[in-house]
């Protein structure tokens, strides 16, 4: 079976477990409209330019995904030697969250958990901060996600928590699909740069 076979298989069965296609897209870390493509197989429609990458081999290891954490917390404070203090991590919902737990925990500051609107439900679905895991106006917030497809959640995420009065001074990710440098002017950390050769 082909990757692509095993996608549609993956993204087909998460569809009829519940899954909305906005968490089908950050558990197979692909954008929406791959995952749209992956569940309608549209006639004529082209395949969508997208990467799969798969890091369930870490993600599903406790010390891996640890260390994880704390190689992309060394990368923040690499490049942000004299930066700002972090007074929380904030982890997009759900790849994000353990990410920045634990880097949280490392630093000894809070913990944030953002649900963006691709996740919601609704006509006009909004993301929004956990009631018993928010931000506080003033607070220095990194966020933290897996992965960077197209930069709408992250841009979604700087929007909410500058609205709240809080400061955006990083956002840190694995994985970084499109080699995005910063957003709205807050820079964006990576492990991985993923580029495609066409």
Not at 10 to 29: N, T, V, W, Y
Not at 45 to 63: F, L, Y
Not at 131 to 141: A, D, K
């Amino acid at each position: 079976m082909s990757t692509l076979d095993e996608l549609i298989q993956k993204a087909r069965l998460l569809r009829s477990e519940g899954h909305s296609p906005g968490q089908i897209a950050d558990e197979l870390s692909l954008s929406m409209e791959t995952v749209t493509w992956l569940l309608t197989q549209e006639k004529g429609a082209a395949t969508p330019k997208d990467v799969h990458i798969d890091w369930t081999a870490v993600s599903g290891e406790s010390q891996l995904l640890e260390e994880s954490a704390m190689m992309l917390q060394s990368r923040l404070h690499i490049k942000q030697p004299d930066g700002p203090v972090p007074q929380v991590y904030v982890g997009i919902a759900i790849s994000g969250i353990p990410l920045a737990t634990l880097m949280a925990v490392s630093e000894g500051v809070r913990l944030g958990i953002y649900h963006p609107a691709k996740q919601a439900i609704g006509d006009e679905p909004v993301g929004s901060m956990s009631g018993n895991f928010g931000i506080r106006p003033g607070e220095q917030v990194v966020i933290v996600d897996d992965v960077i497809t197209s930069g709408k959640t992250l841009q979604e995420v700087i929007n909410y928590i500058k609205r709240h009065g809080a400061v955006p001074v990083a956002c840190c990710v694995l994985f970084d699909k499109r080699g995005i440098r910063d957003i709205d002017g807050v820079p964006v950390y990576s492990l991985f740069k993923v580029s495609r050769i066409d």
